[in-house]
């Protein structure tokens, strides 16, 4: 066995592990849109150049630009009346499938496509948001998809794709991963620092920004609201230029959160003045201000030397190039994406994907034997909750024409079976105080039927932009609606809606049946029915650490992960690990086979393993691959997830799954030498079905001397 000391190979040389292997080369594929972009830009006068850098930038009549707006969301659907919502963000992710999300994706813009054609609306969407969820308490947890890098970049890579569309020449969309970088709490995003060591912002909180630049192709980036180590985001030399430029190779543009560039100087007290504020954001990189501040001040940083304009050039080439690239001045016939028609929008086939999406994202947290609901025997069902009959979709979502409550999918599931009856009684609402008159309606209603199903969690009015939680425990008497109900009728299944985690400790150990859908989309009511009735076999899973009511964590504003937050620093026991998730089947695990046993930090081996389905149902799991430093000279994760595939068995079936597992993905970031690399020696595999439950576990070794003898 090989000890730590000096050996090992920096991953820059071996490639880079942030770079991606169809990584865009910068500027060469852009070349015929820049000389048109240049051409049009000298056109322009100072004044007109610095007007186009805002977000809501105005018409040039006589250069035949039209006006354009920057500013277009697409979180899971496209923000405006009339467009199919899809789960939210942190439900997609529960899928654990970056095909699915991909497709998902690409539905999106593809009804951009159609309301660019029906309404003028722009292209350039900001989304997704790949902050990590390292705290439950961040208000804007149900946007983005884990708290674990490698997830967090197979997922963000995957909308990404999605969204851009894969044609060679043109964009279908412009996707703007954000906020870049550490904006993980709310309460300070305007005037506070995310201080972050330069070992945890490589490996945790920049992964998956390189990711979706190097190997997505994201055309635009956003710079957050906050400092990193006390130099704000929007103005950050070392994030914007040293590293996603001249690092990453990204060829897009930045633009900034909304009034960042006003925050450095009124917020963050970082300038004196907002031209001032201006220079230094536009110098650092940020090419595009959402707000007034470019427009409103550039001039006056222009008059006093701060800026030349040249600089204003080299952010507006960044900017029209996207236009360009979106086949907004040629000819429809060129651009396949213009052939995408307005009846694309709310389609049933995206109908239908909302509907795949939200069944897979929804996760299975107990279960001792009342899922699935028999339908020969139900009579009389109980729909209790303040989610019984509503249809929560989340921030940043559109108007869709059609949604379904839970109370209404159960109610047409089960339209056929014989007279079911459904009762329904909302008991509470999501953040009022005990209304014992209500929950007592709720109880009588529950004592009189088969089943009672109550349906709670969270909204906007706990968790949302701008306002943090202080703490996760389920809100308002919801915790005293279940408990009641549950006395009243110990057949009850609890159907949690919400933002992410939530304290259930008292559930999980008394009732018999609980899952998660969190803010599953417009078709969420028909995927809860779906998942209560067995229709569906639920199969996602965690992306996050639920932790129990009494877990203590650090200060939402401590970014150190070290001091024990998610599963790679958590050393308490969990409520519900990373990746856990059940399932009306079960599934087995054996031959675990590593090959070649040791490897260079430039090669890399096989991990395979066999999964059978041991039950009656088909079914879905989501194999996951971790890997641990078993002798590391720095300090390193208690286990890395490095793999994850979701396979679909039946009864019976067995599946070979094989991961590919490089030696630079066991790198870490080494800040002697301010580089990846890959120390010698010997690495954990283990295989499972979440962080907890690892079923099988190997060993590789990694030398980097040629010569080497193979084995121990």
Not at 591 to 603: K, N, Q, S
Request: aromatic fraction near 8%; charge should be negative; include cysteine.
């Amino acid at each position: 066995m090989v000890g730590r000391a000096d050996a090992g190979a920096d991953v820059e040389a071996l490639g880079g592990r942030d770079a991606g292997a169809d990584a865009p080369v910068p500027g060469s594929l852009f070349d015929w849109a820049d000389d048109r972009v240049r051409d049009l830009i000298a056109q322009m006068t100072f004044a007109e150049k610095i007007q186009q850098l805002a977000n809501d930038a105005p018409a040039i009549p006589r250069l035949g630009l039209a006006a354009y707006n920057y500013w277009s969301e697409g979180l899971h659907g496209v923000q405006t009346n009339g467009a199919t919502s899809f789960p939210q963000a942190i439900a997609l992710a529960s899928a654990w499938d970056p095909e699915l999300l991909e497709r998902v994706a690409s539905a999106i813009s593809d009804e951009a496509r159609g309301f660019n054609l029906k309404s003028g609306k722009g292209l350039t969407y900001w989304a997704p948001v790949i902050n990590m969820l390292r705290d439950p308490r961040w208000g804007r947890f149900e946007e983005s998809y884990s708290e674990d890098p490698w997830l967090m970049a197979r997922l963000g890579v995957a909308f990404v794709r999605g969204l851009q569309g894969n044609d060679p020449k043109y964009l279908k969309a412009v996707s703007t991963p954000k906020h870049y970088a550490g904006n993980n709490s709310e309460y300070n995003r305007h005037n506070g620092s995310s201080d972050i060591d330069e070992q945890l912002l490589h490996e945790y909180y920049l992964p998956a920004f390189a990711a979706t630049v190097t190997e997505g192709g994201a055309f635009s980036v956003m710079a957050a609201y906050n400092r990193v180590n006390g130099v704000p985001a929007s103005a950050n030399p070392l994030l914007l230029q040293d590293i996603l430029r001249d690092t990453w190779g990204f060829a897009g543009y930045v633009v900034s959160d909304c009034d960042a560039v006003w925050d450095i100087a009124n917020g963050h007290h970082w300038t004196s003045t907002l031209a001032e504020a201006a220079a230094r954001a536009l110098l650092a990189g940020t090419d595009l201000n959402c707000g007034r501040t470019y427009p409103d001040h550039l001039q006056e940083a222009l008059d006093h030397g701060l800026i030349a304009e040249s600089d204003v050039d080299r952010a507006l080439l960044r900017v029209l190039r996207a236009r360009f690239l979106l086949g907004e001045f040629d000819p429809a016939s060129d651009v396949p994406y213009r052939a995408i028609g307005q009846d694309v929008i709310e389609s049933q086939a995206h109908a239908a994907l909302a509907l795949e999406a939200a069944r897979a994202a929804i996760v299975l947290l107990k279960n001792d034997g009342l899922l699935p609901l028999d339908r020969q025997t139900l009579r009389s069902l109980a729909v209790i909750g303040p989610h019984g009959d509503d249809v929560y979709l989340g921030g940043y979502s559109g108007n869709p024409s059609h949604r379904t409550s839970p109370l209404a999918g159960l109610r047409a599931a089960l339209a056929g079976s014989g007279g079911v009856t459904i009762g329904y009684e909302p008991g509470c609402t999501i953040t009022g105080n005990n209304d014992q008159a209500a929950i007592d309606r709720a109880a009588a209603l529950a004592r009189n039927s088969d089943v009672a199903v109550v349906l709670v969690g969270t909204s906007q009015d706990v968790l949302r932009e701008e306002m943090d939680r202080p703490d996760w425990n389920l809100p308002g008497a919801q915790g005293d609606l279940i408990q009641a109900v549950y006395a009243a009728n110990p057949r009850t299944v609890v159907v949690l809606v919400t933002a992410g985690p939530v304290a259930v400790d008292w559930a999980q150990a008394h009732v018999p049946a609980m899952l998660t859908a969190f803010y599953d989309g417009q078709e969420q009511g028909g995927a809860i029915a779906d998942v209560l009735l067995g229709n569906s076999n639920p199969g996602g899973k965690l992306t996050t650490t639920w932790y129990t009511g009494d877990a203590t964590l650090p200060p939402i504003g401590d970014y150190d992960l070290r001091k024990g937050r998610t599963y790679l620093y958590y050393q308490g026991v969990p409520l519900y690990p990373f990746g856990f998730g059940l399932s009306y089947t079960s599934f087995a695990y054996s031959g675990l086979r590593v090959l070649p046993g040791v490897i260079r930090p430039d090669e890399a081996a096989t991990v395979s393993v066999e999964v059978k389905n041991t039950g009656t149902r088909a079914g879905d799991e989501v194999v996951q691959l971790y890997t641990h430093d078993a002798f590391a000279s720095v300090p390193r994760p208690l286990k890395e997830l490095r793999g994850f595939q979701r396979i679909h068995l039946e009864p019976g079936q067995t599946k070979t799954v094989c991961f590919p597992l490089a030696g630079k993905d066991l790198a870490y970031w080494d800040v002697a030498t301010h580089a990846w690399r890959v120390a010698d020696g010997l690495f954990d595999i283990a295989v499972g079905s979440s962080s907890a439950d690892l079923r099988l576990q190997g060993t590789l070794t990694v030398r980097s001397l040629a010569d080497a003898a193979v084995g121990e």
